[in-house]
């Protein structure tokens, strides 16, 4: 018989999912398979396997449609009994957990990082998302300075430079599921929006 760890965790619906701007608090119900080979162990030994398992598959995953970048697991709620496949002698446990993820929304205020200035727009970072596009048209008082290092700068001199901190709402964001990330497109029309750093250099 193999052992069940259960820690008599509150019923609830899973996932479930609690909104901090845009860091998501989940809960979830997936299954963690260890191999035959890995099953000579018994206790807190296969515990830990298990979470091994866990985080292995976890960072693997790195993203989805519905809850954005996987970012930490948080709490293991539940361990469920194994089941044994049949054609492989490998033991399927299916594991509760509570953990952290990233995803941006439409209408959203958030910062980024510039990364990349081009003539029609400059690319930005924010959490682990790495291609925020902020275009040209949505910062019309912003001017395209070329040059070895080229800049974005209005009237005021304020400068969008690489590497300058820029408040901006997010316009639109999709998944992209070959690639496991999030792309945004996102604007500066709007209150208080704007560079709020400089770069250093």
């Known amino acids: 018989m193999l052992p069940n760890f259960n820690n008599n965790r509150r019923p609830g619906v899973i996932p479930q999912v609690r909104s901090s701007e845009m860091y998501l608090e989940s809960q ?3 299954n963690v398979i260890i191999p035959a080979e890995n099953l000579n162990v018994e206790g807190l030994m296969l515990q830990k396997a298990i979470v091994v398992r866990l985080l292995e598959d976890f960072a693997s995953k790195k993203a989805s449609k519905n809850l954005g970048y996987f970012m930490a697991v948080t709490t293991l709620e539940k361990i469920g009994e194994g089941r044994v496949r049949e054609h492989t002698g490998d ?3 299916p594991v509760e957990f509570s953990c952290v993820t990233f995803k941006i929304f439409r209408g959203e205020i958030l910062e980024g990082v510039v990364d990349k200035i081009l003539k029609h727009g400059v690319f930005l970072r924010c959490g682990p998302t ?3 596009y902020l275009s040209h048209q949505k910062m019309s008082d912003y001017k395209y300075v070329p040059g070895e290092n080229p800049i974005f700068m209005n009237e005021k001199m304020s400068r969008i430079e690489k590497d300058t901190v820029v408040r901006f709402i997010v ?3 999709r998944y992209v599921e070959a690639e496991k990330e999030v ?3 996102v604007s500066l029309e709007g209150d208080y929006l704007g560079p709020i750093s400089q770069s250093s250099v």
Do not use: C, H, N
């Open 183 to 185: 792309q945004a497109v």
């Open 91 to 93: 033991v399927l446990f």
């Open 171 to 173: 316009v639109g964001a």
């Open 130 to 132: 790495t291609k925020v």
């Open 28 to 30: 979830l119900s997936w």
